[in-house]
């Protein structure tokens, strides 16, 4: 039996990396486009429940700031965050008000918007967010992924403990 013509490469039926990486950018775009919307505002939950959803927020920016190779604007407003150039919004539960952004450096000028790049949140930066009328500071850091809270407005300093 004469193999010329034939192919003696094998087939064994798996997929290549790039492969498996392609579907895995089309799964999170995806994800990106059918979960614009994250309602949290369900019952209770207090600062646990907002610390989970200001993290999912967060993770959700980086990445649609990795996929698009793009920055992520997240706008604070008084009961919810929207996202510039995500097109997303988190609802905070009823019982969450957002205050101010306390960002590091000389005199920590305030504001009402983060900046998300591929690599994540550009400065850190403390959130005060009221909820059932304790005001909560929440420790956002471009380093560590982690969200640090502490009871009343405490300041950088308060979360190096």
Not at 23 to 38: D, F, S
Not at 142 to 158: C, K, M, Q, S
Request: glycine fraction near 12%; hydrophobic fraction near 40%; proline fraction near 2%.
């Amino acid at each position: 039996m004469s193999t010329a013509g034939r192919s003696t490469r094998h087939h064994n039926g798996g997929f290549t990396l790039f492969e498996l990486l392609v579907v895995i950018a089309i799964l999170a775009v995806v994800a990106g486009l059918v979960v614009p919307q994250i309602d949290m505002s369900g019952d209770g939950g207090g600062i646990e429940s907002v610390v989970r959803s200001v993290r999912g927020a967060l993770d959700q920016g980086r990445t649609h700031a990795k996929l698009t190779r793009s920055d992520v604007i997240m706008e604070f407003r008084l009961e919810s965050v929207r996202f510039t150039g995500g097109e997303g919004e988190l609802v905070f539960p009823e019982s969450a008000r957002f205050r101010e952004i306390v960002f590091a450096g000389e005199g920590d000028r305030t504001g009402k918007e983060l900046l998300i790049d591929r690599r994540g949140i550009t400065s850190a930066a403390i959130l005060r967010i009221e909820v059932d009328e304790k005001l909560y500071s929440l420790f956002v850091s471009p380093v560590i992924r982690e969200l640090e809270y502490r009871e009343g407005a405490v300041h950088f300093t308060d979360f190096a403990e």
